[in-house]
């Protein structure tokens, strides 16, 4: 992995397209217009630029969006020294690396975060991906490669435009990572609010986190598969949720937040987690997210698992807690098991019938 990740975005983005052919900045129409023609502005000194904007959000996940990205490149004329650039979150980082990295077999690729999420997870290690339309329903992620950035630019400025619930979806990823490193870091995000005043000054550190992870295991043959913390569940959740056309009901960060609710209290079961630590974890957790008004059943839940792309052989794989700090990529689902839990746990946490 030779990413560079850096907050002086601007000189690094420079040295990143001197001498390309082309830059190819996919941005994001929902951000205000400034972002983009700031960096145009940079780019344009030395550098062709090309500027597509779509609408960012899950529903772009698909070969529908990819094939808008090709066209339009072949109808630019980029070629395999221009450098394709995303300004978005991690919709338009996913749909964007899978694009640069099978143009032409790959071209550089430049990634500038504009969510918490983007920051601190999604822009860091090199996956990218779209979602699959398949018999079962949307699948989350199934197409994609591995493909490091050059640069990932960070300019926490682009957060200030961020919907609340979008940094709230920021904080439930990055509960995942304070959960997965434990000690003074899990701490420091216990007392942190969900909004971007407390956030910002740990964005950083969680995506070390991340990167330290990511650096050990970049093809995820081991330990990376950390990073699903919440994620069986919570794609689960997403991908339901799309099915439904509720593609805005449910953020990623908090579908995830819910996955790591669960994983907690079947960690206490299963992997001896300290009890009272997890209720306490779970309690603060809820407050933060809210109870929702539907969790989905455990059979529709249980085929999305059973797609999810980390199973091999046909087990329903998920990571799961000894203790903050302490976590086990290895956990296998059994169907009955799992019934009888998310059924439980879906008594104690839809809101109609609490
Ligand atoms: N590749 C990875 O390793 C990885 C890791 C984590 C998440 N993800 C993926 O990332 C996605 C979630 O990321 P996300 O929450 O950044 O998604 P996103 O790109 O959908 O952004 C969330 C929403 O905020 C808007 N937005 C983005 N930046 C904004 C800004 N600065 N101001 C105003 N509005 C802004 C977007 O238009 C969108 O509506 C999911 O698809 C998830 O699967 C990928
Ligand atoms: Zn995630």
Known sequence: MNSVRSTSWENELKSCIRGK?????????????SYSKDI????????????????????????????????????????????????????????????????KRG??????????????DAAIGG???????????????????????????????WLDSLPKDEVKSGWGEMLKHALLIGGPHLEKFKNAEPNLASLIPLIIDSGNIKEGIVRRDVKENGERALLNLGHTIGHAIESLELDSSNASEIKHGIAVAWGIVFTLEVSVRKLGFNDALAKQLIKWIVDIIGYREHLWESKEVWLK??????????????VMLRSPGDADWHF???REEFTILWEQFRERYELTSC
Not at 21 to 33: E, G, K, Q, R, T
Not at 107 to 120: K, S
Not at 305 to 318: F, H, I, L, Q, S
């Open 127 to 157: 996956k990218n991906g779209i979602n699959l339309e398949s018999n079962v329903g949307i699948l989350k992620n199934q197409i994609g490669t591995f493909y490091q950035p050059k640069l990932i630019g960070i300019n926490f400025k």
């Open 107 to 120: 071209i550089d690729f430049i990634i500038l975060p504009t969510t918490v999420i983007g920051m601190v």
């Open 40 to 103: 145009v502005k940079v780019c344009k000194i030395k550098n062709k630029t090309h500027l597509l904007k779509i609408k960012g959000g899950e529903q772009i996940k698909t070969h529908q969006h990819l094939i808008q990205i090709y066209n339009e490149l072949d109808v630019v004329g980029a070629d395999r020294k221009s450098v394709f650039m995303c300004l978005g979150g991690g919709t338009i980082s996913d749909l964007g690396g899978l694009a640069a990295s099978t143009y």
């Open 305 to 318: 698992m059973c797609k999810d792309k980390k199973n091999t052989n046909g087990n329903v794989k998920d």
């Open 332 to 334: 296998t689902w059994e």
């Open 21 to 33: 052919s082309l830059v190819f900045l996919l941005a994001d129409s929902n951000l205000p217009d």
